[in-house]
């Protein structure tokens, strides 16, 4: 059996049933997709996105920042998109509303099967269209691999990281490495 095709509704239709809907789903330009048609989470990337959000937290707090895995709606408001981004900071600015973000300076999204495609293509383009964005990561839950995209000025720059090496979070004005991310996984 095949999922039926995805049917446009409003935002407000969305963010009304999506506080009462038992999966969640995200919103693209007019049309919903669930999250649980995607393969579920696996035990690597848990722990890899919670070793993330925990290596932001401790500078995060300290500079008034937020940090969210997974459960924050990203809201982007050029795609008319809300998205759940693997890890999310927020610095600056008030949260604009109770369920959602729409300031990230850095998301990170854990790559699965499902996903790897819509997280380079599309998640990349709506994302790095959001003006408070510093940083975007892409990172395996296979190998010790992450895909850094770092905004500069106008342009971003991609550097990849295999094995070893670290991101930069200018937002924090701190690093990740790899070690950090990958601890305990892999």
Same mark, same amino acid.
């Given at each position: ?16 049933? =999506? ?16 999250? &649980?048609?995607? $393969?579920?989470?696996?035990?690597? /990337?848990?722990?890899?996105?919670? !070793? ?26 050029? $795609? ?19 369920? &959602? ?15 790897? &495609? ?24 296979? =190998? !010790? ?15 990849? /990281? ?25």
């Amino acid at each position: 059996m095949t999922d039926a095709a995805p049917k446009a509704i409003s935002v407000e239709d969305y963010l009304r049933t =999506e506080r009462e809907s038992p999966y969640k789903r995200e919103y693209v330009g007019g049309f919903v997709y669930p999250l &649980h048609a995607q $393969a579920g989470a696996s035990s690597e /990337h848990g722990r890899i996105s919670l !070793r993330i959000a925990a290596a932001l937290l401790p500078d995060a707090d300290g500079q008034g920042c937020r940090v969210y895995q997974s459960d924050m709606q990203l809201f982007v408001s050029g $795609a008319s998109s809300y998205f759940y981004p693997d890890v999310m900071l927020v610095c600056g600015g008030d949260q604009p509303g109770r369920y &959602h973000e729409s300031s990230p300076c850095l998301l990170a999204e854990v790559l699965s099967t499902s996903t790897v &495609h819509n997280d380079r293509r599309h998640k990349y383009a709506v994302y790095t269209a959001i003006p408070t964005l510093q940083t975007y990561l892409l990172v395996s839950q296979d =190998e !010790r691999y992450v895909v850094e995209y770092q905004r500069n000025g106008k342009e971003w720059t991609m550097r990849e /990281h295999r094995g070893a090496g670290q991101v930069d979070v200018p937002c924090l004005g701190q690093v990740l490495t790899l070690d950090q991310i990958y601890r305990g996984v892999l």
